[in-house]
C-alpha cells in the first residue's frame, strides 16, 4: 500500500510492533481525553486564505536559536526507539540531518549522545530529566555539550511518571536486549520489572520531585547551552521561565501522557505565546499529523513545531526510509498550506490566516465534544 499521510504509518506499526511496545508508544494518561484532544482541537481552527497572491516562490526556511532550518519542522525527543527499529536513535538522527532540520534526543535513548553524534553532522538538541543524583545530571549535560549538542530541552512537567494504564497491564519494561544507553556506566541503564509499570517505578525511584524553578537557573550554572522549558501550558509559567533565564518554551503535554484533561497544546499555545511577548520564542509539540497544523501552530505564534509519534511510528515501519517520508510529507503538504493560503514566507503567515471556535459564535463550527 502507498503511504500518502502521516497517520497511516500508525497502523502499519501496529502490525509490526509487539504489543507492549506499541501500547508504550501510541497510549495516553488515564482516560487518554487529552490524546485525542490533541488532534481533535486542530480540527477547530479553520482557514481565511488569502488569494491572486504570487506563491510561485515559498520559502520556508527559518533559524532556532540562530540555527538555520530548512523548515519549521522539528523531531520532539522520543525514548527508547530501538524498541521500533534495530537502527532507532541513529536512523532518526540521520533522517532529521538530511531534510536540514533539528532532532531532540531523549535523556532515555537506546542510543548514547556519542553514538548519535557520530551518525556524522546535524543540528541537535538534547531533552534532559533531572534525576535525584545531580552528579549524574552534570556529567550528561557535559556529555552533550561534549558530543556537539546545542541545546537543552529541560522536561518540567515529569515529576512524577503520569498514570498510563496500558503500561500497568502490560507490565512495561525495557527488552532486556536494550539498556538506557546514557545511562549504562551509571547503573541506571537497566529497567526492572514491576507490579505495574517498569518505567513508572524507574522514574519514582531516580527523577527528582523536588525539581523547581531555582534548579532551570542552577543548570545555566553548568553548561552555556540555551536551555528550552518543555511542558509550559499557561501564561503564568511562560513568564517564569523567561524569569529563570529560559531561551525558549516548548507547549507540550508530554503528547498527553501525564496529567488528563489539561487542554490540548493548540489550544495553550496563544495564552503563552502572549505572555512571552515575544521575548522568547515558543514551540509547540503535541497532536501534529498535516502540513495544514503546522501552519495552524505558527498562526497562533509558535516559532515551529516537533513531532513525535510520527517519527516512532514510520521508523517502526520503514526505519531510517520511513522518518525521512514522514518529514518530506510534512514539509510538502506545509508548502501547499502556505501556496494556498497566500503565504510566501514563515513571517507572512498570521493570526488573520485563521479563525478558530473561541473566535466565533459557536454556531460557524461544528459543536464540541
Not at 519542522?73 to 524498541?83: D, L
Not at 548514547?112 to 534525576?131: C, D, M, N, W
Not at 537557573?217 to 522549558?229: D, E
Request: charged residues 25%; proline residues 4%.
Amino acid at each position: 500500500m502507498e503511504i500518502t499521510n502521516v497517520t497511516e504509518y500508525e497502523a502499519i506499526a501496529k502490525e509490526k510492533l509487539p504489543k507492549m511496545v506499541y501500547d508504550y508508544y501510541a497510549s495516553g494518561a488515564e482516560d487518554q481525553w487529552t490524546l485525542a484532544e490533541n488532534r481533535n482541537a486542530f480540527s477547530r481552527i479553520l482557514f481565511r486564505p488569502r488569494i491572486l497572491i504570487d506563491v510561485s516562490k515559498i520559502d520556508m526556511a527559518t533559524t532556532v536559536l540562530g540555527f538555520k532550518i530548512s523548515m519549521p519542522i522539528m523531531i520532539a525527543p522520543t525514548a527508547m526507539q530501538k524498541m521500533a527499529h534495530p537502527e532507532g536513535e541513529y536512523a532518526t538522527a540521520r533522517a532529521a540531518s538530511a531534510a536540514g532540520t533539528i532532532m531532540t534526543l531523549s535523556s532515555w535513548s537506546t542510543s548514547s549522545v556519542e553514538e548519535v553524534a557520530s551518525t556524522g553532522p546535524g543540528i541537535r538538541f538534547f531533552q534532559l530529566y533531572v534525576y535525584k543524583n545531580r552528579n549524574v545530571v552534570a556529567q550528561l549535560v557535559r556529555r552533550a555539550e561534549r558530543a556537539g549538542f546545542k541545546a537543552i530541552a529541560l522536561t518540567v512537567d515529569t515529576p512524577r511518571l503520569g498514570r498510563r494504564e496500558a503500561d500497568i497491564k502490560n507490565r512495561f519494561t525495557l527488552p532486556p536486549f536494550l539498556t538506557l544507553k546514557n545511562f549504562e556506566g551509571l547503573d541506571l541503564g537497566k529497567m526492572d520489572k514491576a507490579a505495574d509499570s517498569g518505567l513508572a517505578s524507574y522514574v519514582a525511584g531516580q527523577i527528582d520531585r523536588t525539581l523547581s524553578w531555582k534548579d532551570v537557573q542552577w543548570l545555566q550554572t553548568i553548561t552555556k547551552l540555551p536551555i528550552l522549558v518543555k511542558g509550559v501550558l499557561t501564561a503564568e509559567d511562560a513568564r517564569l521561565s523567561i524569569q529563570a533565564g529560559a531561551a525558549g518554551i516548548i507547549v507540550s503535554n508530554h503528547g498527553a501522557r501525564q496529567l488528563d484533561y489539561v487542554p490540548s497544546t493548540i489550544m495553550a499555545l496563544e495564552e503563552v505565546v502572549k505572555a512571552a511577548q515575544g521575548r522568547v520564542p515558543v514551540f509547540l509539540d503535541g497532536g501534529v499529523r498535516r502540513g495544514t497544523d503546522v501552519f495552524k501552530a505558527l498562526a497562533l505564534g509558535a516559532s515551529g513545531i516537533f513531532i513525535g509519534r510520527p517519527v516512532v511510528f514510520s521508523l517502526a515501519s520503514e526505519g531510517e526510509v520511513g522518518v525521512r517520508k514522514v518529514l518530506q510529507m510534512l514539509r510538502e503538504e506545509f508548502e501547499l498550506t502556505m501556496a494556498l493560503s497566500g503565504c510566501r514566507s514563515l513571517k507572512e503567515i498570521t493570526r488573520n490566516h485563521i479563525v478558530t471556535d473561541w473566535d466565533l459564535p459557536r454556531t460557524h463550527l461544528a459543536p464540541r465534544l
